[in-house]
């Protein structure tokens, strides 16, 4: 089965520490994006990937970082300087980066900073 | 950048009437108005998308119209049945990079 894998599907942490979300896709696809969604809100791109090794911010990236080593594989790590780090964090990826390519997401992590 | 805005933000209808989603965008130069579905705790799925060199496209129950002048489209479900419950994104991207701009998103509500 093809698709994006996200885990784990809820995460607990305390807040100071950092976490690290994991992403994983077997589609083969270049372009992979980190989404945050709060409740009644749209989805707020983070990070993007255009190719491996190869990464920019999004419109949200302060106290995020990512990492891009593996064409597969696009771990998100939510750092203590997120100010409001509790959300449902949504992992997507398309064929190519050009403008019209279906964004394909994964289950999604629900993060929870006590 | 480019802002979208979505309306209405809940929609309760019958089962077997039709719902109507409209979404508003600001940059003239996008060209690709993707539609999701994301039922609860779930990531979202495409259902229908659109291209601005077409006006309207149809899939079964689902169409999507595009009135690039007015820089608004819509999303019309008809005949609605009760796992049509969700809410729905529609976005909106540019020709240089395939970067979303989401709505706020539709609680869609079908009672049977």
């Known amino acids: 089965d093809g698709g994006i894998t996200q885990s784990p599907k809820y995460l607990f942490r305390k807040e100071g520490q950092n976490v690290t979300l994991s992403c994983e896709q077997n589609?083969?696809?270049?372009?992979m994006y980190w989404y945050r969604q709060d409740p009644g809100q749209g989805l707020r791109l983070i990070y993007y990937s255009q190719i491996v090794n190869d990464f920019q911010k999004g419109d949200i990236a302060e106290g995020y970082s990512v990492s891009r080593e593996k064409k597969e594989s696009f771990p998100l790590t939510v750092t203590s300087a997120q100010k409001n780090p509790t959300a449902f964090y949504l992992c997507?990826?398309?064929?190519?980066?050009?403008?019209?390519?279906?964004?394909?997401f994964g289950p999604g992590t629900r993060l929870t900073v006590t | 950048g480019e802002n979208v805005e979505q309306h209405p933000s809940t929609l309760s209808v019958q089962e077997g009437d039709s719902a109507v989603i409209k979404c508003t965008y600001s940059d003239s130069a996008s060209n690709y108005f993707p539609w999701y579905k994301q039922e609860l705790g779930k990531g979202p799925q495409l259902i229908i998308d659109?291209?601005?060199?077409?006006g309207e496209k149809k899939d079964q129950r689902i169409a999507v119209t595009l009135n690039k002048t007015a820089k608004h489209f819509s999303l019309h479900i008809t005949e609605t049945q009760p796992e049509d419950s969700a809410v729905y994104f529609c976005a909106a991207s540019k020709e240089t990079f395939n970067k979303f701009y989401f709505g706020s998103g539709t609680k869609l509500n079908v009672k049977p």
């Open positions: 659109i291209r601005s060199n077409v």
């Open positions: 997507a990826s398309s064929i190519g980066w050009e403008s019209g390519n279906e964004q394909y």
């Open positions: 589609l083969n696809h270049d372009a």
